[in-house]
């Protein structure tokens, strides 16, 4: 019963439907979370998706998952605070053996990005959530999986973003240079299996100018700001279509994705500089290699492998 309405409430979308008593108990359920409906004596219920009021509901993702048709049978959890979804992941991975997660945050307090820094999501509008998933499930190799997810969230994007987008390596996507979104990716291994991997993204959605910390306002965007007008932002609906990307991109060898990730970078042949704890190497982007590395021709010609760092146009 459950999952036919939250079907048939995704069609509701789109134009008016009549709902039974019971239904209509579950849509005061859904108001009071925040659910917004336009009701009409004749021609019944209509659900008017207001972007203020773009709630997260476990139910509601998964009635995405099924529209779009996923094909891993994902187990969801939501939270209103947590410190880290990574680190709900690992709990739920290590505590109750579940190798196929979603972990989905409105706010979390010591969300945390590359390189031990900090990931601010503090405040709600974004899509943060982890992805908890047993290596065996990924042909990919491990090595090339963030920018796998980075391939894959570009592609799920693209309904809402019109241009400007592009992929940074290791694991950002900007819009018109500002980043929009970033990938941490955690492995744990295990004694009897490969182990799994835990795939955390903050992607900022409704936030807006004024949202950002001052330091943050030069370098970050949201989705929102360069979103096709008049197009829907749903963070679940945005979510799903990560997700059923993810599993794509799963099933690729690193030749594949490596070919995706150039065709949606568009700064290969520029000068850029890799900043390093060590100091920084520069040189013109000629693209990654099949671990996922970045190779660069320096000035004197020579080409150079990167493994870690962060990049700049120079
Ligand atoms: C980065 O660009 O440095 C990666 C940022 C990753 C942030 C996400 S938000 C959801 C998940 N939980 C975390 O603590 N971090 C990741």
């Known amino acids: ?36 409906f336009q009701k009409h004596p004749f021609y019944g219920v209509r659900w008017a998706i207001d972007e203020s009021q773009d709630v997260w509901c476990k139910e509601e ?28 992941a690992w709990r739920a991975f290590n505590s109750e053996q579940i190798s196929c997660g979603i972990f989905i945050a409105e ?57 400007g987008m592009t992929l940074k390596w290791p694991n950002d996507v900007l819009i018109n240079q500002k980043k929009v979104c970033g990938v941490l990716t955690e492995r744990q291994f295990s004694e009897n299996s490969q182990g799994a991997v835990v795939i955390g993204v903050g992607l900022n959605v409704h936030q807006q100018e004024e949202d950002w910390r001052d330091e943050l306002k030069e370098i970050a965007t ?15 609906e945005i979510l799903a279509h990560i997700i059923k990307e993810c599993e794509t991109v799963f099933r690729l060898d690193a030749d594949e994705v490596r070919n995706r990730w150039h065709q949606r970078c568009f700064d290969l042949g520029k000068w850029i500089r890799v900043k390093q704890e060590t100091g920084a190497v520069a040189g013109q982007l000629i693209g990654i290699d099949k671990e996922g590395a970045l190779i660069l021709k320096n000035e004197i010609g020579a080409i150079v492998r990167v493994y870690s760092g962060d990049c700049v146009l120079s």
Request: net charge positive.
């Open 1 to 36: 019963m459950a999952g036919d309405f939250w079907s048939k409430l995704l069609q509701a979308r789109n134009h008016f439907l009549f709902f039974d008593d019971d239904e209509q108990k579950l849509l005061m359920d859904c108001e009071r979370r925040g659910y917004v």
């Open 107 to 163: 706010r979390q307090s010591q969300g945390r990005g590359r390189r031990g820094r900090e990931w601010d999501s503090a405040s709600n509008g974004g899509i943060y959530f982890s992805m908890c998933v047993s290596v065996e499930k990924i042909l990919l190799p491990i090595s090339m999986l963030t920018l796998g997810v980075g391939v894959a969230i570009f592609d799920a994007l693209k309904p809402w973003v019109q241009e």
């Open 61 to 88: 993702c998964e009635a995405w998952y099924k529209e779009i048709r996923l094909q891993f049978p994902w187990h969801t959890k939501v939270f209103s605070l947590v410190e880290s979804t990574n680190d709900e």
């Open 222 to 236: 949201s989705l929102r700001a360069f979103a096709i007008p008049g197009k829907t932002i749903r963070r679940a």
